[in-house]
């Protein structure tokens, strides 16, 4: 039950030491980040690691600052961006619409069942050259590898959600003479909304892996062809520019997906 | 007068594994307001009776009637089951509205008539709360208030007590007994424990083991002790229990 407590003493110590902790840890966070950034640009400046193959933090930045004044840092960035935001929506809504078909029709799963796992066990990569020559080079190759990576698995782990469902629940619902969509919408789907957010967890990192793999693959633009580009050319500041770009679009993805995941559960009450 | 009639019901179950007959014969009546309760050794197919009653299962013979109406197509029946099953997203108030909402009934009166109950039944203040905040005791209330919302005219209790530990299981069955004598509910417990159906029932029928039949139909003569706690203590509640007990050896 949700009381409020009176402030005593102890309670006030209790918040001062829990507060302290976390302030110690995101200090010690920041200090390991720090340190490793400085360590790496001292051995560079000092000449213990040859910058050509290592890079260092100062050339990085000097590399993202120039690619920016050319101005085509943002086309970069908006490309993969825009790819791995389509791939991830479409993967993680058709991902769920399959697994709900799935579970509504028993016998249609049965049937699938042995496709769906071989396609879950082949690496979608394989796929790469199959997918250039059917729909072409581009963005479209490149969000259909991101969501081939994606799909099978989120099918996967909605259904099993939605198949773990507990029975008397059901049975309390059928004892209303609820229908099959009433099942559904009033008590599978809010029921594996934990599933869901895990899914959504999961596909937010994925969705990188699809779309720098697509753009390996083929592309003209974005995140993923500069790193290819900067590895043929033996440019690794480009290399690395691009990739610490990468970590931080990633970053910011996850915390929006966070974000998501608090609006959620505070509506579930999960 | 009977408002629910079984007659000569029997069920075979199907699977790969073969057929298994659950029920053989089974006849009984329940009386308006009246209080049955069904025992019998464990696994004699007493479960399989409140499905059938319900609707959730068809006979494979013999025929079930409430109001003289097949069980199939009757709406007036409300089931409760030995877990609460509230749903943990939903407020109690929104759990209580779950069988009306499924049924399209959730009109203005509708939701009056759930307050009034809430009311009635202490849990008014815990309306708005989730199932997780309330003690074993209050959400088996709520789940009673959520079968009562739909006005049901026999309310089914499948084990309805048996996942609560024992004083809060005393209680609950005070307060469950007093809300169906009020709201003039009849009523069919499904237990295993004898002392319980005892103390609540005015009727108990014993069944043999599977494919069960009935085997005795006993008359309880209690209702002068007004709560099943008091029963329990009684001496006439103590010579039944011993004359079943031995039926079921």
Redesign the interface.
Known sequence: ??NVIPQSKEYAKYLSKAKRTKIFIIIIQIGILLSLIGLWELLAVTGAIDTFIMSCPSRIVTTIATIAASGELWLHISTTLYEAIIGFVIATALGTLLAMLLWWNETLRRILDPFIVVLNSLPKIALGPIIIIWVGIGTASIVLMDVLIMVIITTLTMLAAFVNC?N??I????????NKF?ILT??II??S?CDFIGVLKVNVGLTWVGTIMGEYLNSRAGLGYLIVYGGQIFNLDLVMASTVILCLLAAVMYFAVAWIEKIIKKR??? | MNILELKNVGLTYFSKNGETKALDDISFDVKNSEFVSIVGPSGCGKTTILSLISGLLSPTKGSILVEGQDAKISNKIGYMFQKDELFEWRTILKNIYLGLEVQGKLSEEAKLRVDKLLQKYGLWEFRNSHPSELSGGMRQRAALIRTLALQPKIMLLDEAFSALDYQTRLNVVDDVYKILREEKIASILVTHDLAEAISMSDKIVVLTKRPAIVKSIHQVNLLDIPTPFERRESVESKKLFNKIWEELQ
């Open positions: 039950m949700k507990d008397g629940k049975l309390l619902l059928r004892s209303y003479n609820a009433q009033k008590l809010p029921n909304i579930y009450n999960n």
